[in-house]
């Protein structure tokens, strides 16, 4: 099942976006990811889930119109709004989740919000994060890059150490090697043809493409 969650950061007003939104058997909304349904998405979600305190009371008055499905929360919490609607994804079957609106705005929160994506990972449920002109996801073992010969490809390997690591269709390929936390090897590789491939022994592996 596909999931997209939106969430309350910065999200663009791109036909792409709501093409990933409409397209969804399951949309959740994030707390005041649902403004950002309302202003830039179109569609309402299915779920609305968190401690609500983001709404502005148009987005209020928009869900109870299209009888959102509403999961409330304390706000005094563990769970950011956006890990309940993950876990919620999770729970309801997903083997498929795009996060649209995770990035911008505070630092802490854009961090936190990438690193969410190790949960599914290590559920192996596949899970990206996507913007008007780009995707982040979480590989395991192996990633297929599709795009344009020139545009962008960074890899961030998320554990210790991520082993093994084969490429191709990358300008700067590695065979057989390893990237490691916190260097940053992997970043700004480019495509030279329009379809490229990662496999790797272990780890975790952000992979970023930036699409022109």
């Not at 058997?25 to 005041?32: E, K, P, T, W």
């Not at 309302?38 to 609305?48: G, Y």
């Not at 729970?91 to 802490?108: F, P, S």
């Not at 390929?173 to 490229?196: D, F, K, Q, W, Y």
């Amino acid at each position: 099942m596909n999931v997209v969650i939106v969430a309350n950061g910065e999200l663009h007003d791109a036909a792409r976006l709501r093409e990933i939104w409409r397209a969804a058997d399951l949309r959740i909304a994030a707390d005041g990811g649902a403004s950002n349904a309302r202003r830039s998405l179109a569609f309402a979600p299915h779920v609305l889930i968190g401690d609500l305190d983001s709404l502005d009371d148009a987005t209020r008055a928009w869900c109870a119109e299209a009888r959102v499905e509403t999961l409330q929360h304390p706000r005094e919490k563990n769970e950011t709004d956006l890990e309940l609607a993950l876990a919620l994804a999770l729970a309801r079957g997903a083997t498929e989740i795009t996060l649209l609106g995770a990035l911008g705005g505070r630092v802490d929160q854009m961090l936190a919000n990438v690193l969410l994506l190790v949960k599914p990972a290590r559920a192996r449920v596949h899970a990206r994060i996507a913007g008007a002109n780009f995707d982040a996801w979480l590989a395991w073992e192996r990633a297929i890059i599709r795009g344009r010969s020139g545009e962008t490809v960074s890899l961030i390997p998320l554990t210790a150490r991520v082993d093994g690591i084969v490429t191709t269709g990358l300008r700067y390929p590695l065979r057989n090697e390893t990237l490691h936390l916190g260097a940053a090897r992997g970043v700004s590789n480019e495509l030279i043809a329009e379809h490229a491939e990662v496999s790797f022994a272990r780890g975790l592996l952000l992979v970023v493409h930036l699409r022109s």
